[in-house]
C-alpha cells in the first residue's frame, strides 16, 4: 500500500485515518497541529506524539509538499513560487503583501479548461485537477517559508484567495477538504470572510459550497450581457448571467459577507464603455448586493487584446459610483514578474505544443520543506 500524503487530510480525515491506526482522535488534533501550525514534515521532529505512533507513520504516511521550481520576488514586495506538479506540469502561488493584511493566491488546477479570453492561464490549456494535498501544500510552503524570511512564529498569512490558476468549482472534491484545512482552528484558523473562491460561474457548484462550506465567493462577470459574455468567458454559454445572479442570491442567504464580489477586467473598446456601464447598473441594482472589483488587463500577445485606459477605467467606475455600487479599482501587483491578475501561466507552455511544457526549466528543488 503506498504512503498517504498527510497534506490532503482535513481534520475529520485525519481523525478517521488516525483511528485505522488504532489511536485516538486527539492525536489527529496534535498531528494536525505539528504539520500546519508549526510546519513539520518529519515525525521525529513532532516530540509530543506517543513513540508507538510516530513509528507507525514512518512506514504508510508522509508530509511532502511540493518542489520548488522557481521563487521570483517583485519590487513591489510581491512573492511568485512556480511548483512542479509532475509530468511536465507546474503551478504558482503568489503571496501579495499589504499593510493589513497578507494574501496568497493559491491554484486549483494544473492549467485551465474555461478558457477566458483575456486570461493567459487559460491559454495554456488544461492538464489536471490537482489533489486537495497540493493544493495544501501551497498554503503550508508559502506560510512556513514567509515565517522564517521574516523571523516570526506570528501568521503571516491573513488571507486565502482561489484565485490562481484553474477553475476552483470544476475541482470541487478536492477544494472544500483544502477550504477546510484553512478554516480549521488547529490549522491556520482563517476566517471565513478571509478565504475567497472565485469562479467563472460554474452554478451547480456554487449551490454546493452554499451548503458544504461557505466562503467568500468572488465571480468572473466581466461583461454585462449574455452576447458579450459568450465572447469573453465562454462558460456563460452553459449557465448565462441570469442563472448565475440567481445562484448569487441564493449563495448570500449562507455567504459569511453580505455581498458578491464581481471581478470585471477592463478590456479597451471592448467591455469599458459607459453604456456598459449603465448596463452594469441596471443588471445588479436593486437585485443583488455586490461589490465591482474592477481589474486592469494584464496583456499577453495570443491574446489580441488591449488594457483600457486609466482616465477609462476611472470614468467607468464614477459611473457606477454615482449609481451606489460599491467599486474598487483594483492595483496591479507583481507583474515585473508576471504574476498579477490572468498572468499565471507563468513559465509554461501552451498546451497544443505537448512535447515542450516548459519554457525554463530551472533545477528543481527536490524534498522542498518550508
Known sequence: MDAVNLLGFDLEGLAAYCEQLGEKRFRATQLFRWIHQKGAWEFSQMSDLAKSLREKLAGRAHVTGLSVISE???????????????????????????????????SSQAG?????????????????????????????????????????????ISNVVMMGMGEPLQNYGALVPALRVMLDDHAYGLSRRRVTVSTSGVVPMIDRLREDCPVALAVSLHAPDDALRDQLVPINKKYPIAELLDACERYLECAPRDFITFEYCMLDGVNDQPEQAQALIQLLRGRINCKLNLIPFNPFPASGLKRSSRARVQAFAEILIRSGIVTTVRKTRGDDIDAACGQLAGEVQDRTRAHIRMVRAPVVVKNSAP
Open 72 to 106: 521570483h520576488v517583485s519590487a513591489d514586495g510581491t512573492v511568485k513560487w512556480l511548483f512542479d506538479v509532475g509530468q511536465g506540469n507546474a503551478v504558482e502561488a503568489v503571496f501579495i503583501p499589504e499593510d493589513d493584511r497578507g494574501t496568497l493566491c493559491v
Open 112 to 156: 485551465c479548461a474555461v478558457g477566458c479570453r483575456f486570461c493567459s492561464t487559460g491559454h495554456q490549456g488544461f492538464s489536471r485537477n490537482l489533489e486537495t494535498s497540493e493544493i495544501v501544500a501551497q498554503l503550508w510552503y508559502a506560510e512556513h517559508s514567509l515565517r522564517k524570511r521574516f523571523n516570526t512564529d506570528e501568521r503571516v
